[in-house]
């Protein structure tokens, strides 16, 4: 039922920047934690960006230590969208992006949705 797609991917030169957009459907409301994740070939999944329900319209940003000051995550203009713009990007962020949003019940996570993903490729 529910479905997450990515847009936004491709291919840049270093110094460069991307913007990737993820759209929920099917169940966009009460999100708890929406983000963005990476993977590489021969690497595990790892986390690069989350936004994390703090209160009535407020999100706490958590940014992985090797995208500080480069990439922002973002909620979209509408609900159920969050959006990671992607600066300064070098060779080594060359990765398949996935959006990932999970549902909390009671402080604990419930249920946890992924995209198909979106590649993107950083060239020197």
């Known amino acids: 039922q529910v479905q997450l797609v990515e847009s936004g991917g491709g291919l840049v030169q270093a110094g460069g920047s991307l913007r990737l957009s993820c759209t929920v459907s099917?169940?966009?409301?009460?999100?708890?934690?929406m983000g963005w994740y990476r993977q590489v070939p021969g690497n595990e999944r790892v986390l690069v960006a989350t936004?994390?329900?703090?209160?009535?319209?407020?999100?706490?940003?958590n940014y992985a230590d090797f995208v500080k000051g480069r990439f922002t995550i973002a909620r979209g203009s509408t609900d159920g969208t969050v959006t990671l713009q992607m600066n300064s990007l070098m060779p080594e962020d060359t990765a398949t992006y996935y959006c990932?949003?999970?549902?909390?019940?009671?402080?604990?996570?419930?249920?946890?949705?992924w995209g198909q993903g979106t590649q993107v490729t950083v060239s020197s």
């Open positions: 990932n949003i999970k549902y909390h019940r009671e402080r604990k996570p419930e249920f946890e949705y």
């Open positions: 099917g169940r966009s409301d009460q999100i708890n934690v």
């Open positions: 936004l994390t329900q703090a209160g009535v319209g407020a999100y706490r940003h």
